[in-house]
Each structure stands twice: as structure tokens, then as C-alpha cells.
């Protein structure tokens, strides 16, 4: 089974609207970082935002947010107010285990964003 | 956020020739980063968790002996590609984690465009 499933191969938005990309996540691990990307046509991965398992608060970091519903195993996140910059692809990642940071990430297939004027 | 260099950027070699990629974290020490590789319109595949004085640990169906991983400092990781063949072209990207509280994020180089002729 796939632990990390982003279900939007591509999506096209309208500049200034809201945007919602789907993740959802598979573990048995109590202990669980889950982390969103950015990657431009550069091909740099860009963090965006973090969300630990055991983090009361949806995490927020400027016009990003996660939609983190722990029950549901998933992790989504949210752009407000797009930009035409906003365009690329966005990775959703899982980091098993308590966050020490001997663990690589798993990542979903990504979702490519369009931003349209 | 923490600063991950990752060069060079593009590489051009002729099959059976290696390959030296360096990993830098800038700004911080990281006693493990990882190798990650993508293949073109695909998602990044954690390749090697490289360990800092100590033997680097491959993920399941990566063959260690042609992926040549050293992490002689707590800066700096290489991936040598030995004897490249043209299936070995793909981009491959480094991450390093700093710890900041009970999360440890998780930071990119640039990527490197391999592409063996």
C-alpha cells in the first residue's frame, strides 16, 4: 500500500482563489512528521510547511496551511489568495518515527498546480 | 531556514565514466543526510541515508557499489555514480534535517541534473 497518496495528478486554479491539495497518509507509527513541498520547473524542493503527529494546531505558515485531521490520516494543504508564482508541482511527505532525523521522507506522487490569470 | 548546497547542478558525462556529487549543509551540522533520486514527471525516491562517520544505508534495490556514498564531515556528503550508464540519468537531490525543538525539518540542495551520453 501506498503510505503517502495524493489523489490530484494536476489542478487548475484561478489567480486570487483558494487552494485545496489532497494527502493522505498511511502509518502504524505513533510518531509521524508530515511535511509539504514546493518544486518549480528548477527542480529545488521548497518546504513549506510541518505538521508533527502530536501537534494540537494545525500548522500555518503565511498563506500556507495544513488541514491536519489526524483520524482521517490526512494532511492537506491549504494556499489562500494563489499567485501566478504558485505554479509547480507540491509534494506531500511522511517522516516515520519520533523526528530525530535519522529517517528519509516518503513521498506522494505530487499534485501539479496552474495557476491561471 | 537552514541553507543545503548541492553541486554541481548539471552534469554531462560519457557512459563508464563516475560521477562526484557534493551535499553541503551551509549553515548547520548534520550528522545524517539523505540521497534522494527522481526520475523525469515522477516523485523522489529516498536512495541512501548517509551517516556520518560511518557506512551509508541503502534503501531495498539500490546497488551500493555503484552509488559510492561518503560522509567524511558533519558538512558534507558525496554520491559517486561509478561507471554511469545512460539509465543512471536523473535528478538527484540531497536533504539534510536540523533539529529545532521536538521537530527536525527537513532541507534540499538544488538538485543535480545527471545525464550520462
Known amino acids: 500500500a501506498q503510505k503517502i497518496t495524493q489523489t490530484q495528478p494536476g489542478m487548475f486554479v484561478q489567480e486570487k482563489e483558494a487552494v485545496t491539495l489532497d494527502c493522505t497518509y498511511d502509518?502504524?507509527?505513533?510518531?509521524?512528521?508530515l511535511f509539504w513541498y514546493k518544486q518549480p520547473s528548477s527542480g529545488e524542493m521548497i518546504f513549506l510547511i510541518y505538521q508533527g503527529s502530536y501537534d494540537q494546531q494545525n500548522a500555518t505558515e503565511g498563506r500556507y496551511s495544513l488541514n491536519f485531521q489526524k483520524a482521517r490520516k490526512s494532511a492537506n494543504l491549504v494556499i489562500s489568495a494563489s499567485q501566478l508564482g504558485d505554479s509547480a508541482m507540491y509534494f506531500c511527505?511522511?517522516?516515520?518515527?519520533?523526528?530525530?532525523?535519522?529517517?528519509?521522507?516518503?513521498f506522494g506522487k505530487g499534485t501539479h498546480l496552474i495557476i491561471q490569470p | 531556514g537552514a541553507v543545503v548546497s548541492q553541486h554541481p547542478s548539471r552534469v554531462i558525462c560519457k557512459s563508464g565514466t563516475s560521477v562526484k556529487i557534493e551535499c553541503r549543509s551551509l549553515d548547520f551540522q548534520a550528522t545524517t543526510m539523505f540521497w534522494y533520486r527522481q526520475f523525469p514527471k515522477q516523485s523522489l525516491m529516498l536512495m541512501a541515508t548517509s551517516n556520518e562517520g560511518s557506512k551509508a544505508t541503502y534503501e531495498q534495490g539500490v546497488e551500493k557499489d555503484k552509488f559510492l556514498i561518503n560522509h567524511a564531515s558533519l558538512t558534507l556528503s558525496t554520491l559517486t555514480v561509478t561507471s554511469a550508464h545512460p539509465e543512471d540519468s536523473s535528478f538527484y537531490i540531497c536533504?539534510?534535517?536540523?533539529?529545532?525543538?521536538?521537530?527536525?525539518?527537513?532541507?534540499f540542495g538544488q538538485g543535480t541534473r545527471l545525464t550520462v551520453v
Open positions: 502509518t502504524s507509527d505513533p510518531s509521524y512528521g
Open positions: 511527505a511522511m517522516r516515520e518515527g519520533p523526528g530525530g532525523g535519522a529517517d528519509g521522507l516518503t
Open positions: 536533504s539534510a534535517g536540523e533539529r529545532t525543538g521536538r521537530k527536525t525539518e527537513a532541507f
